[in-house]
């Protein structure tokens, strides 16, 4: 089927109907016809993720509802629980939590659990979304295939609802394992309507989001601008959500996350804070469809700006070609990360008073290490800013194989380019474009940390304690290779990598996981800067680490076929 439809839209500009009378005589007409192929599409997006989507919501299940049963290990008794509360009332604990509101009532083991969790754990069920909307969409017509389908008894909206269909679907069956998991549960303070609530916000979120990727996959013509798009719109969500916990509560209202937080799961038990959360990714959802008919198969509605007439002597060298692509992808995580930065460091003046009482923070925190809580706190948090760093890197490194898998490396390697020069030209962009948004998160931390303690010193210790997670990047970036030079179709699992080390780096130290799972990532070896001495050995080693990865990758990326179109 798809190598006729591929020779009946031979000659054919993208987006319109092939030429020739059988397919005229097939094409859909009507709304009914603009939906034609969807169940099939439906089974064929299944098929391809019966692994991913699974492991995802897997994933997320075990460790929302494990989270729920440690925190009954960790605080047993109402005492405990009081004297986390009245600690989590400072401005920089109610920007890292939740709402205020939480901490007013009886603070059970179900209000800990939506006050400390929904906030976190709601990213990533939104992550979802938005990785799985744009797989099934965009980088459809990114690599060809969706055109080819197009030219077939495929409607025009077929593709965005079987992606849709598939990826709400998937935020639906997440929150009802967690309703039943948690109503089943038996824990104090976790009853059943407020599971079906906890369960259903995070189903909300994930529908948002995905509608919020059905927008911006309509917007531009390449995968990761929609995905970059789209959780530029996630990490706005959550600052507005942080921002508004810490004020008034107006801006939290602005933001997705708030409204999932504001249903009070376990405390009153609110419904309708939903509503608008259903609106919303309904309105999204029906934005994208009004969207998608206004451009061509293959092309978004923004433009890219026509090029020079000739090209610079810099875009004809591998390098310099594999810093203009990667060039938007560096500047927008160097933003956002310089800007998470300040905000964790204005929160630095607070942290005496924040954690002083919180038993469980003073444990971590004693085990961390440091001469005083802003040290120990800083190295912490640092660890958040390197995971993000480190989605970076994933995605840049990725960029190859997408490169590949659209058919773009083939005509470049039929030059006298050879295979390595290429995959390196990407991976070194990469490995400098991780280390600068390290030291960009580093900056933005010391300089607002610095205005907010009094300790000019701060600069320079925090840009150094973030550079000091650039080795554990670069191993993550020589996973990518390996998995791309030998199981190219598994290089999405590259993306465990961030995902476990911020569980057991950032959740690890407050949940108390044991030392092994944080030996298991490369980023639980980095010294724990400013609070523990710099070690060079462990540097050295992961630094050493990253170099074998690359060279293997290397090595297999020039031994198996290329993937042609």
Same mark, same amino acid.
């Given at each position: 089927?798809?190598?006729?439809?591929?020779?009946?839209?031979?000659? &054919?500009?993208?987006?319109?109907?092939?030429?020739?009378?059988?397919?005229?005589?097939?094409?859909?007409?009507?709304?009914?016809?603009?939906?034609?192929?969807?169940?099939?599409?439906?089974?064929?997006?299944?098929? +391809?993720?019966? *692994?991913?989507?699974?492991?995802?919501?897997?994933?997320?299940?075990?460790?929302?509802?494990?989270?729920?049963?440690?925190?009954?290990?960790?605080?047993?008794?109402?005492?405990?629980?009081?004297?986390?509360?009245?600690?989590?009332?400072?401005?920089?604990?109610?920007?890292?939590?939740?709402?205020?509101?939480?901490?007013?009532?009886?603070?059970?083991?179900?209000?800990?659990?939506?006050?400390?969790?929904?906030?976190?754990?709601?990213?990533?069920?939104?992550?979802? @979304?938005?990785?799985?909307?744009?797989?099934?969409?965009?980088?459809?017509?990114? @690599?060809?295939?969706? !055109?080819?389908?197009?030219?077939?008894?495929?409607?025009?909206?077929?593709?965005?609802?079987?992606?849709?269909? $598939?990826?709400?679907?998937?935020?639906?069956?997440?929150?009802?394992?967690?309703?039943?998991?948690?109503?089943?549960?038996?824990?104090?303070?976790?009853?059943?309507?407020?599971?079906?609530?906890?369960?259903?916000?995070?189903?909300?979120?994930?529908?948002?989001?995905?509608?919020?990727?059905?927008?911006?996959?309509?917007?531009?013509?390449?995968?990761?601008?929609?995905?970059?798009?789209?959780?530029? *719109?996630?990490?706005?969500?959550?600052?507005?959500?942080?921002?508004?916990?810490?004020?008034?509560?107006?801006?939290?209202?602005?933001?997705?996350?708030?409204?999932?937080?504001?249903?009070?799961?376990?405390?009153?038990?609110?419904?309708?804070?939903?509503?608008?959360?259903?609106?919303?990714?309904?309105?999204?959802?029906?934005?994208?469809?009004?969207?998608?008919?206004?451009?061509?198969?293959?092309?978004?509605?923004?433009?890219?700006?026509?090029?020079?007439?000739?090209?610079?002597?810099?875009?004809?060298?591998?390098?310099?070609?594999?810093?203009?692509?990667?060039?938007?992808?560096?500047?927008?995580?160097?933003?956002?990360?310089?800007?998470?930065?300040?905000?964790?460091?204005?929160?630095?003046?607070?942290?005496?008073?924040?954690?002083?009482?919180?038993?469980?923070?003073?444990?971590?925190?004693?085990?961390?290490?440091? #001469? @005083?809580?802003?040290?120990?706190?800083?190295?912490?948090?640092?660890? $958040?800013?390197?995971?993000?760093?480190?989605?970076? *890197?994933?995605?840049?490194?990725? +960029?190859?194989?997408?490169?590949?898998?659209?058919? +773009?490396? !083939?005509?470049?390697?039929?030059?006298?380019?050879?295979?390595?020069?290429?995959?390196? #030209?990407?991976?070194?962009?990469?490995?400098?474009? /991780?280390?600068?948004?390290?030291?960009?998160?580093?900056?933005?931390?010391?300089?607002?940390?610095?205005?907010?303690?009094?300790?000019?010193?701060?600069?320079?210790?925090?840009?150094?304690?973030?550079?000091?997670?650039?080795?554990?990047?670069?191993?993550?970036?020589?996973?990518?290779?390996?998995?791309?030079?030998?199981?190219?179709?598994?290089?999405?699992? &590259?993306?465990?990598?961030?995902?476990?080390?911020?569980?057991?780096?950032?959740?690890?130290?407050?949940?108390?996981?044991?030392?092994?799972?944080?030996?298991?990532?490369?980023?639980?070896?980095?010294?724990?800067?400013?609070?523990?001495?710099?070690?060079?050995?462990?540097?050295?080693?992961?630094?050493?680490?990253?170099?074998?990865?690359?060279?293997?990758?290397?090595? /297999?990326?020039?031994?198996?076929?290329?993937?042609?179109?």
């Amino acid at each position: 089927m798809a190598a006729q439809a591929g020779q009946a839209t031979a000659g &054919a500009p993208a987006g319109t109907a092939p030429a020739g009378p059988s397919a005229e005589g097939t094409r859909p007409h009507g709304p009914r016809g603009s939906l034609a192929g969807t169940g099939v599409l439906i089974r064929f997006a299944l098929r +391809r993720d019966r *692994v991913r989507i699974p492991a995802w919501i897997a994933a997320l299940a075990l460790v929302g509802l494990s989270t729920v049963g440690k925190l009954e290990g960790l605080y047993p008794d109402a005492a405990d629980r009081a004297s986390v509360a009245k600690t989590m009332g400072s401005p920089a604990a109610l920007a890292m939590t939740g709402p205020r509101h939480y901490l007013e009532g009886g603070y059970n083991l179900g209000a800990m659990l939506s006050h400390q969790v929904i906030g976190f754990y709601g990213v990533l069920a939104a992550l979802m @979304s938005v990785l799985t909307v744009v797989r099934h969409t965009r980088a459809e017509e990114e @690599s060809g295939r969706a !055109e080819l389908l197009r030219s077939t008894v495929v409607g025009r909206h077929a593709a965005l609802t079987a992606a849709l269909t $598939v990826t709400v679907g998937a935020s639906l069956l997440l929150g009802g394992l967690l309703a039943l998991g948690l109503g089943s549960s038996g824990i104090e303070g976790v009853n059943w309507e407020g599971s079906l609530l906890y369960g259903a916000a995070f189903a909300g979120l994930g529908a948002v989001f995905a509608g919020v990727a059905a927008i911006t996959v309509q917007i531009t013509g390449h995968t990761r601008g929609a995905s970059g798009m789209a959780l530029g *719109v996630l990490g706005l969500a959550y600052v507005l959500r942080a921002a508004g916990d810490v004020g008034d509560g107006t801006l939290s209202w602005l933001s997705p996350i708030g409204w999932a937080q504001r249903s009070y799961p376990f405390v009153d038990d609110l419904w309708w804070p939903l509503l608008p959360m259903a609106a919303t990714a309904l309105v999204a959802c029906g934005a994208g469809y009004v969207l998608s008919v206004r451009r061509d198969v293959g092309e978004g509605l923004r433009n890219p700006r026509p090029g020079r007439r000739t090209a610079s002597a810099a875009l004809t060298r591998p390098f310099g070609f594999a810093l203009r692509l990667h060039r938007g992808t560096v500047a927008g995580f160097g933003t956002a990360l310089f800007l998470l930065g300040t905000m964790y460091g204005s929160l630095l003046g607070d942290v005496d008073d924040m954690l002083k009482d919180v038993h469980v923070m003073d444990e971590a925190l004693a085990k961390t290490g440091g #001469s @005083s809580f802003v040290e120990s706190f800083a190295s912490i948090v640092m660890i $958040v800013n390197a995971v993000i760093a480190a989605v970076y *890197v994933v995605m840049a490194a990725l +960029r190859s194989r997408s490169e590949e898998s659209a058919g +773009r490396a !083939e005509p470049l390697l039929a030059t006298g380019l050879s295979r390595t020069r290429w995959v390196w #030209s990407h991976l070194s962009v990469t490995l400098a474009g /991780g280390t600068f948004t390290l030291l960009l998160a580093g900056l933005g931390f010391g300089i607002a940390g610095a205005a907010s303690t009094g300790d000019g010193g701060l600069v320079l210790s925090l840009a150094g304690a973030a550079l000091a997670y650039a080795p554990a990047l670069w191993v993550t970036a020589g996973v990518v290779a390996v998995l791309f030079g030998w199981l190219p179709r598994f290089t999405a699992a &590259a993306w465990a990598v961030p995902a476990y080390a911020f569980l057991v780096g950032y959740l690890g130290q407050i949940l108390q996981f044991p030392d092994w799972m944080n030996d298991l990532s490369p980023f639980g070896h980095v010294p724990q800067l400013p609070a523990k001495d710099l070690d060079w050995m462990p540097l050295a080693v992961l630094t050493a680490v990253a170099a074998v990865l690359i060279a293997v990758g290397l090595a /297999g990326f020039r031994r198996r076929d290329l993937e042609t179109k």
